[in-house]
């Protein structure tokens, strides 16, 4: 996985220089697709890097605690030590993932349908909940959203909902969403205080 790594790393810095090249610019096609794997590669490498960063530190910890005799610096050492090998752990985790073949649909838009299940008017305030989330979530990640249907009820909830998000890497997102989500709370609609659950259904489609 590592030497893949290192390739990968070299790479980015080819197409970054081709990139600064006079000529790119006037062809298109070669512009575009050099922007594309720049895309693609960045994320990979920025995790890389930040991974290397990493075991440098540990590296360094290790080294501290081996040379030092200040109990405070030796308890300094120890904390970065224990942080950076955690987020090593965490980082590992996320380069396998970033390495995984790409769906083709990844970089596609995607058509989102919120549908409210068991539960009533509780499911519908779930429901719109749920998509108020992703309207955030999108608004964060720079996405555009576009509502295409939404079928209100009069608290504020929503019987079903469907809405568009255009921007870059927005399936390979949004596609582990697709499903049944529930809820058990106290709704605001019960009165009595009791546990109710609440189910919704989330349909992902490439555009």
Request: charge should be negative; include cysteine; charged fraction near 35%.
């Amino acid at each position: 996985m590592f030497d893949r790594l290192e390739d990968l790393l070299v790479r980015l810095e080819e197409i970054l220089s081709e990139l600064q090249e006079p000529d790119v610019a006037n062809d298109q096609n070669r512009f575009r697709k050099l922007m594309k794997e720049q895309n693609d590669l960045t994320p990979i490498v920025e995790a890389y890097k930040e991974y290397k960063k990493c075991k440098e530190t540990i590296d360094d910890s290790l080294q501290m605690l081996e040379e030092e005799s200040d109990e405070e610096m030796r308890e300094l050492a120890k904390e970065e030590l224990n942080t950076a090998k955690a987020r090593v752990e965490e980082l590992e985790h996320e380069l396998k993932i970033l390495l995984l073949p790409k769906d083709p649909n990844d970089d596609k838009n995607v058509i989102v349908e919120i549908r409210a299940g068991a539960g009533g008017d509780e499911a519908a305030l779930f429901a719109a909940e749920i998509y108020r989330m992703y309207m955030h979530y999108a608004e964060s990640k720079r996405w555009k959203v576009e509502l295409v249907e939404c079928e209100e009820i009069g608290i504020g909830g929503m019987k079903n909902v469907t809405f568009m998000i255009n921007g870059n890497g927005a399936y390979s997102v949004m596609k582990y969403e697709s499903g049944v989500h529930r809820v058990q709370r106290v709704p605001e609609t019960e009165s009595g205080g009791r546990i109710h659950t609440s189910t919704i259904t989330v349909a992902v489609m490439p555009e």
